[in-house]
């Protein structure tokens, strides 16, 4: 029964996606051109666009005559009455964004610290301040928040406890609880995710690879995760861990990885790791470092460009397993290792080319994600955008 009621509420959330996605690039449509366009049914199109008018995510404006049969009332997006906030929390510090239901940026923001040594409490704090400050400057422009959605480099429950994010230092940190209380907005629902898996969303609905039904997000500015992508559906696992591909041991004697065990990738290839052996004494602060790091490598240091090969290696590695146990059509590198995929990429696909068991890694393609420094919060004001009392999942309508 339960497994009955999540493939409705999937497939409801599918067709929701597709109509929003349709009205983006067409409208001003009519529900039949949404129907032709979809490739849904009339019934199904009439149904969602009565849900989208109700909540005012869309509105009906003037009507036109069509070439056959009587005039039609044409749909336009509504960005007017709703947003959502997207968050992220990492080693480099806090980030805020909220949208419109039709795509308008409202506010983008980025501040350093606490940092990952200050702990949960205190990181929670200045994470509430945050999301007061988004709620207000949204709620001045005359729009209701949906709710908020919380990226975390780490294991994520169902309830929104973070089980681990071995970057962070935190174990058994019930954020979404935390976070909601320090609010004090229980008419604001929370929502809490792994950053990856908020990073693939961005890239499934925004940017070169919309619409991509098989896609691989990776990211490792603080944790290495992946999000998932399978045959257009997020890919969760049976408690919402899938995707820890940064905990897969490559050398047994490795380095010592924050999880406490020995060769993990994220020890071996998580940026964290690519700063301490480019240049331990540098700059404290891991913006300063990665900015660094590039200019050296853009630069053609020899050292440098070594060691981003090894890291690319070892990603290569790990990205060949998702590839032969998952054939996704593209992997997207997020945050710093978009920022660094010249110099990565060519040893990911000689990696591929030689540990892939399908002709062409299966015709993977590997490419920096469009969203470098926002596909988590990107991700995440997608992800609040959900009909409070479905549970369903529109796709954000952003003007990238």
């Known amino acids: 029964m339960i497994t009955q009621t999540a493939g409705h509420t999937d497939i409801r959330a599918t067709n929701l996606a597709a109509v929003l996605g349709f009205l983006r690039r067409e409208a001003p449509c009519s529900r039949a051109a949404i129907a032709s366009g979809t490739g849904l049914n009339k019934a199904t199109v009439t149904s969602i666009v009565g849900d989208l008018l109700e909540r005012r995510l869309v509105r009906e404006t003037q009507q036109t005559q069509n070439h056959v049969g009587r005039p039609a009332t044409l749909l336009v997006l509504d960005g007017s009455a709703y947003a959502a906030v997207g968050l992220e929390v990492s080693a480099n510090g806090l980030s805020a964004l909220a949208f419109d239901t039709a795509g308008d940026q409202l506010l983008r923001w980025h501040r350093a610290g606490p940092g990952a040594d200050a702990g949960p409490a205190k990181t929670i704090a200045a994470l509430a301040v945050l999301a007061r400050r988004a709620i207000s400057t949204v709620q001045s422009s005359g729009r209701e928040v949906l709710g908020i959605t919380v990226g975390v480099p780490g294991l994520i429950d169902r309830d929104g406890v973070v089980v681990l994010a071995a970057g962070l230092g935190w174990r058994d940190v019930r954020l979404r609880t935390e976070l909601t209380a320090a609010l004090g907005r229980p008419d604001i629902p929370v929502a809490v995710d792994n950053d990856a898996n908020l990073g693939a969303l961005a890239d499934q609905l925004h940017g070169p690879f919309a619409g991509c039904d098989n896609l691989i997000h990776l990211t490792g500015d603080t944790g290495i995760g992946a999000g998932v992508i399978a045959d257009g559906r997020l890919l969760r696992g049976d408690l919402g861990y899938a995707g820890e591909i940064g905990h897969l041991r490559l050398v047994a004697d490795g380095p010592l990885c924050g999880c406490g065990r020995r060769g993990c990738l994220e020890a071996l290839a998580g940026l964290p790791a690519i700063l301490s052996r480019s ?31 090894e890291a690319g290696t070892h990603l290569g590695n790990g990205i060949a397993a998702l590839v032969n146990v998952l054939n996704p059509a593209a992997i997207t590198l997020g945050g710093s290792y978009a920022l660094l995929a010249d110099h990565l990429i060519p040893s990911i696909e000689q990696v591929l080319s030689e540990s892939v068991i399908t002709p062409d890694a299966g015709g993977c393609t590997i490419a920096p994600s469009a969203f470098p420094r926002t596909a988590t919060t990107l991700g995440a004001a997608a992800h609040s955008l959900i009909s409070l009392n479905s549970g369903r999942l529109p796709k954000l309508t952003v003007n990238s």
């Open 279 to 309: 240049d331990p004494a540098a700059d404290p602060d891991p913006q300063v470092q990665l900015e660094h790091l590039i200019r050296r490598a853009e630069a053609g240091e020899a050292a440098v460009t070594k060691i981003l090969a």
